[in-house]
């Protein structure tokens, strides 16, 4: 099914084919234009770290037979609109393809596109075709039909993805089996191959670092850094509440942190504690606390938690309860009585949400009359987030290069399948608490038997979605 296309703002993703980095103007800082990169909206692309890449070349090598990404190579992931994950995989400035998940099969399935021929050549599941059907298939998006097949691997299944190559080995296209090797084999007539139409794109391979993205992107950051910190300034001397960062462990509220700080020196950070957050986020508060010389407000509710579990079951994502009991009520507690209000710099971005972008960038949340939160990063998008966190050589969560790309609670019931079955394999002893706790609710309500494999118990069917605002 396709899935809608969700436009947040505009898309300043594009690349320097001089210096083989992302960067996030029209101009590279080398001086050369820049070229747009495709990506699908709402375009809030990523660094892809070593983790994602060695997922993403298993997962190529275990269907195709080779490794997509090469060492030394810049890859961005680019989330898009799936039934559950799909991350579009940007090499030498264009889409090469996708990794999907499949949460029936509970693996992943790459989905190339005809570039990534630029960078990998399949040794499994490939078809060639005769020349005289090339034209047709490379120009046209035929499928590819009997007549036209000189060979197929027999590794190929009825429904898997193939590269459509030429006697010669270049590749023409890509697209799914219709039907098996040994049925092919056998055909007069029909539909081997139907080949995809993807959006064509030329990538340049060259290597990079990181660090050559970010110098590429000098200007492009100082200007976002600017009107950030003009931003704070300007609320502060407006709002003469006590200024707090509201910090979460995660990269928009370090961002966020390191703005507020060159604005107006150091604050109290406010974290509150879930008790169900992953060792590494409470490992980053302190680290974070520690660098910069930060006094830490911490709440924790977690005995609420558990006791509105026992009466409603798990949260979910059209009844967040959760946020609501064990981040804004324990939050709004500590800032009344310490100070009675506050004003708290967040890192929400308008990429993220619909909510988010609709949301204006002062506001009160119903639910904390006390804190006045104001968003100084709400025009950035994560590649923004990403560039600056490097070029301050800030102490980002470790929990982003284990594959995750969002930092919250480790059940929170807005992450996928495809993060779960990560979090499965990075933190088994969560999950294990986690199951066990909805495996009694199941049995206590007598629920579907897949209830929980399928992910059933993230959504109550009620229309609302709650949102926090911590990031």
């Not at 693996?107 to 399949?122: D, F, I, N």
């Not at 500590?334 to 619909?354: A, P, T």
């Amino acid at each position: 099914m396709r899935m809608p296309r969700i436009y947040l703002g505009d898309i300043p993703l594009h690349w320097c084919d001089s210096c083989h980095v992302p960067v996030l103007s029209g101009v590279c800082n080398c001086g050369d234009p820049t070229r747009p990169v495709a990506v699908t909206p709402p375009g809030d692309a990523r660094p892809a770290f070593p983790d994602d890449i060695d997922r993403i070349n298993r997962i190529f090598i275990d269907h195709f037979g080779a490794r997509l990404i090469p060492e030394g190579h810049i890859a961005l992931l680019n989330k898009v609109p799936a039934d559950d994950r799909m991350d579009e995989i940007v090499l030498g400035g264009a889409v090469v393809g996708a990794i999907r998940y499949l949460p029936g099969e509970r693996h992943w399935e790459p989905l190339p596109r005809r570039a990534a021929a630029a960078y990998m050549r399949p040794s499994r599941r490939y078809v060639i075709v005769d020349d005289g059907a090339v034209p047709s298939i490379r120009d046209e998006g035929a499928s590819v039909l009997a007549p036209g097949l000189i060979s197929i691997d027999p590794a190929v299944a009825t429904g898997d993805e193939v590269f459509i190559l030429t006697a010669s080995g270049e590749c023409v296209g890509v697209g799914r089996a219709k039907v098996d090797a040994t049925t092919a084999d056998a055909m007069e007539r029909g539909v081997v191959v139907r080949t995809r139409r993807n959006l064509e794109a030329t990538p340049l391979p060259g290597e990079a670092t990181w660090e050559e993205a970010v110098r590429a992107n000098e200007l492009v950051l100082a200007n976002y850094e600017a009107a950030s910190i003009r931003f704070v300034r300007e609320v502060t001397e407006e709002d003469h509440r006590t200024p707090t960062v509201s910090y979460s462990g995660g990269k928009d509220s370090l961002a966020t942190l390191l703005i507020v700080l060159k604005a107006i020196g150091a604050v109290p950070i406010l974290f509150a504690d879930t008790g169900l957050e992953f060792p590494e986020t409470y490992e980053n508060v302190d680290v974070v606390a520690r660098r910069y010389g930060l006094e830490v407000f911490s709440v924790c509710d977690e005995e609420t938690f558990w006791e509105t579990f026992e009466d409603n079951g798990p949260p979910a994502v059209d009844n967040r309860w959760c946020c609501r009991i064990c981040k804004l009520h324990p939050v709004g507690r500590l800032i009344e009585e310490n100070w009675g209000e506050c004003l708290s710099f967040i890192g929400q971005r308008k990429y993220e949400s619909v909510r988010r972008m609709r949301s204006r960038r002062v506001w009160r949340n119903p639910h904390v009359p006390q804190q006045v939160s104001a968003a100084p990063i709400q025009q950035w998008t994560a590649m923004h987030v990403w560039l600056y966190i490097f070029r301050e050589k800030a102490p980002y969560n470790r929990l982003y290069e284990r594959g995750l790309d969002r930092i919250g609670c480790f059940m929170c019931p807005s992450s996928d399948l495809a993060t779960f079955a990560i979090i499965g394999e990075t933190h088994p002893e969560l999950m294990e608490i986690w199951h066990e706790k909805l495996a009694r609710w199941q049995e206590k309500q007598g629920l579907d038997p897949d209830w929980i494999e399928s992910g059933l118990w993230r959504r109550h069917g009620n229309s609302d979605e709650e949102e926090d605002s911590y990031n």
